[in-house]
């Protein structure tokens, strides 16, 4: 029954089955009979199991067929990246207990302002702290997600039909963002070491900017992270123009090591933006704006009339975890995955052309000649794999490269090894293998 469940799709591959337990219960069985079950559904190959995790849904496999067939409903999600460290949902418990108590819960269920309470500051600047950098606890304002700080931020700094300089490839939820605020993107080039302080000169002596958005650290999707040297040229570039900034540090937490923050840089104009989504949990997130002074009630008021303002439970609940140090232990967690996760990449696409961060949570592709990304996103859809065509990153009118960000944050580590290791023969095939005339 279960296995023919998974053969009509009703299981998802990187889905994980009940305990043993919890399955002997369910179809009133003993529990050595569900044993024998899973023991079969291993066998057939059809599940595979993770010490401490569980039991989970194999990916799809490479199946013989025409690469341009119209593809299937995907089963593996390599598009979305919300990292779990092991344990995190026992560790995160532990630190709600609190908020459970009827004096605690009426506090965190009281509405706050976009500058939170003085506790929350306090462990927010501790949060984004980084080398050689710690913003002021009293600059710190807070968002219901880094999403909403960055919408604020732009709302701030960028009037509607304003330019807002961008890289060339961005997070496509900004693309979203600028449009809905009547925002006009304008692409900067990049290179290797991320944005190119002197498209920003360019582009503002072509038709003037009205601020410029960056992602210095684990750039999405490129991968990159701004050397030293670049982002003091960077923040050379925006004093020349008299430019401001966004810097979107959602990802930066991966990369203790890197140079301080642009916003270190060019204190004076430049507004960081972070979030606890990716360090924590999306379902209870919490959004960090740090603005310079000129920029606050800007930001604050911006924060106030889109609504963006946090809510005074996760506010509670994140300088919570903050302080009794599980924020720190689940993002090392994450760390230690994300890096165990590219070490899995490496391997499955060994002899592509493959630029990836060995701390981060995704990698870009750039695909084989043979292959363009539209045709190869639809042939692994087909085998049960999503992944994220480059067209989605691209900023402005340009042809996208023939290239995919594969996000690797998501599924259990046997069900992403397999997925890769699919995409890897599905790459050295071609779109035409298969194709009967």
């Known amino acids: 029954m279960v296995a023919r469940q998974i053969g009509e799709g009703r299981w998802r591959a990187g889905e994980r089955l009940p305990t043993q337990r919890a399955f002997a219960k369910r179809y009133g069985i003993a529990e050595s009979t569900a044993s024998r079950v899973y023991g079969e559904l291993t066998r057939r190959g059809l599940v595979v199991g993770e010490v401490g995790r569980g039991t989970f849904v194999r ?39 609190p908020l459970t108590r009827p004096d605690q819960l009426a506090v965190a269920l009281r509405p706050v302002s976009a500058s939170g309470t003085a506790a929350a500051r306090s462990a927010a600047a501790a949060l984004l702290a980084r080398k050689d950098w710690t913003p002021a606890a009293d600059a710190v304002l807070f968002a219901g997600s880094g999403r909403q700080a960055v919408a604020a931020a732009l709302g701030a700094l960028v009037p509607a039909g304003g330019r807002l300089g961008v890289e060339a490839f ?144 996760a506010l509670q609940a994140v300088t919570g975890w903050i302080t009794d140090g599980t ?42 000649e043979r292959w363009r990304a539209d045709t190869f996103t639809a042939a692994a859809a087909r085998r049960g794999i999503a992944v994220t065509p480059a067209a989605a990153f691209v900023v402005g009118p340009h042809r996208a490269p023939n290239a995919v960000r594969i996000g690797l944050a998501s599924p259990p580590l046997p069900v992403l090894r397999e997925a890769l290791t699919a995409l890897a023969a599905l790459a050295r095939s071609g779109p035409d293998d298969g194709l009967v005339e």
């Open 327 to 368: 924020a720190a232990t689940v993002a090392a967690g994450k760390r230690a995955d994300a890096a165990a996760r590219q070490s899995v990449a490496a391997q499955a696409l060994a002899g592509f052309a493959v630029r990836r961060d060995p701390h981060a949570c995704f990698c870009w592709w750039e695909l084989p």
């Open 59 to 97: 990916a799809a496999q490479v199946v013989p067929g025409p690469a341009l067939a119209e593809p299937a409903q995907a089963r593996v999600d390599l598009e979305l990246n919300h990292p779990v460290a092991a344990g995190q949902s026992e560790l995160l418990a532990a630190g709600l207990e």
């Open 170 to 313: 961005t997070y496509p939820v900004l693309k979203a963002i600028a449009a809905r605020l009547g925002i006009v993107l304008v692409p900067l080039a990049c290179d290797r070491q991320g944005l190119d302080p002197d498209a920003v000169r360019a582009a503002h002596r072509d038709a003037p900017l009205s601020a410029v958005y960056v992602q210095p650290t684990v750039h999405n999707p490129l991968t990159v992270t701004m050397p030293d040297r670049r982002r003091a040229d960077l923040a050379t570039a925006l004093r020349a123009t008299d430019l401001p900034a966004v810097e979107d540090a959602v990802w930066s937490f991966l990369r203790p090591d890197a140079p301080p923050p642009l916003a270190a840089y060019a204190p004076e104009r430049v507004i960081l933006a972070d979030s606890t989504s990716k360090r924590l949990a999306p379902g209870l997130a919490l959004g960090f704006a740090v603005p310079p002074p000129a920029f606050a009630d800007r930001l604050a008021a911006a924060l106030r009339s889109g609504a963006w303002t946090a809510g005074g439970y």
